[in-house]
């Protein structure tokens, strides 16, 4: 996660909660140390967010603060709506529903934000015959993503066998008809790709793999500089 990234779900970890949120409590919640919560709450004050709360008490957000406008060009706006509506169609029901409410935010934020998206936008798109919805435990492995947890599950391969496995879930990479599933293997002590379709969570765990995930995230991508080398023929084939 980028520190841009961090900041704006910082800030929307903060306005969930009704009380003080402490920094060890924000630096579960978004996967980084205490320190870097400190240095993130005095970032959002100097940019003019409200924030109340001190070292060793807590931290919450004033009612009233709202994002500043988007000012979204026009083929910036089609880009969004083509991107959320994929995600609509195709993902799994928890991002989903998150794309519809990211897409009314965005309107929202608009001059013409009672307009509904396709009166906006120059761009749609179609359901194909290739068309796959993502399975629901899709939200749970990114939920282990962002808190850096080992999963334990049991996957079948291309010939039918299972497995039980833990591993370090890192990145999930979608294809046009699959979703692929980057992680480290503690049995293999190797990273490996799991076809999120052949894939049963069996638990998160509450141990946090070691190291930082974008240092794992970056050796991955080192490896495997060719995602699509990822897929066999058998792979590919529709199940």
Request: charged fraction near 25%; include cysteine; glycine fraction near 4%.
């Amino acid at each position: 996660m980028s520190r841009t990234n961090r900041l704006f779900e910082l800030i929307n970890v903060l306005r969930a909660r009704k009380t003080p949120a402490t920094a060890l409590y924000l630096a579960r919640e978004l996967g980084v140390s205490q320190r870097s919560i400190y240095r993130d709450i005095e970032t959002l004050r100097s940019l003019g967010a409200p924030l109340d709360g001190q070292a060793g008490v807590g931290f919450c957000l004033r009612k009233g603060f709202f994002l500043p406008e988007f000012a979204f060009s026009s083929d910036e706006l089609d880009a969004l709506i083509l991107g959320l509506d994929w995600v609509r169609q195709r993902a799994d029901p928890a991002l989903a529903q998150c794309s519809e409410s990211a897409l009314a935010k965005i309107l929202s934020a608009r001059d013409s934000g009672s307009s509904t998206s396709d009166e906006l936008t120059a761009v749609l798109t179609a359901a194909s015959a290739s068309e796959r919805i993502d399975p629901s435990h899709v939200a749970l492995l990114r939920q282990a993503i962002r808190r850096q947890r080992k999963v334990s599950i049991s996957y079948e391969d291309a010939h039918g066998a299972l497995s039980d496995q833990t591993i370090w879930p890192i990145a999930i990479v979608y294809f046009d008809d699959v979703r692929l599933l980057a992680a480290w293997c503690e049995q293999k002590v190797a990273f490996r790709h799991f076809r999120v379709d052949r894939l049963h969570v069996v638990t998160i765990l509450e141990e946090r793999y070691p190291g930082r995930r974008q240092a794992i995230l970056t050796q991955w991508r080192r490896q495997d500089r060719d995602w699509r080398s990822m897929l066999t023929v058998s792979d590919t084939a529709p199940r």
